[in-house]
């Protein structure tokens, strides 16, 4: 059974940093490519940002381009998730996601994800 789960979310300040982290179990994550989505109540999930099986390519959500970095490490079956200059708008539960199919980078779709961690909330005070 594959599982996912977040951790390192909590209260922080605008301008904070934070790092969140995403294991896994049950597959090996090598070969899949990864992704951060969030989401606000009342709202779709939005897509964070993601990174390649390998981890040589990253993509990353306008909102979050240049503040938020994805990283892996294969050989701990981990993700993270580094956040910096965090804003208000912010505030959201994280979710992780393995991508379906491996080596692949179809990673912007909710759809294309067949496994999702608890989530993580992280809140932003102005």
């Known amino acids: 059974q594959v599982q996912l789960i977040e951790s390192g979310g909590g209260l922080v300040q605008a301008g904070d940093s934070l790092r969140l982290s995403c294991a896994a179990s049950?597959?090996?994550?090598?070969?899949?490519?990864m992704g951060w989505f969030r989401q606000t109540p009342g709202k779709e999930r939005e897509f964070v940002g993601a990174?390649?099986?390998?981890?040589?390519?990253?993509e990353y959500a306008d909102s979050v381009e240049g503040r938020f970095t994805i990283s892996r490490d294969n050989a701990k079956n981990m993700m993270y998730l580094q956040n910096v200059s965090l804003k208000p708008e912010d505030t959201a539960v994280y979710y992780c996601?393995?991508?379906?199919?491996?080596?692949?980078?179809?990673?912007?779709?909710?759809?294309?994800?067949?496994?999702w961690g608890q989530g993580t909330q992280v809140t932003v005070s102005s």
């Open positions: 990174i390649s099986w390998s981890g040589r390519r990253t």
């Open positions: 996601a393995s991508v379906r199919t491996s080596f692949t980078f179809a990673v912007y779709a909710a759809s294309n994800y067949d496994y």
């Open positions: 049950g597959r090996t994550i090598s070969t899949y490519s």
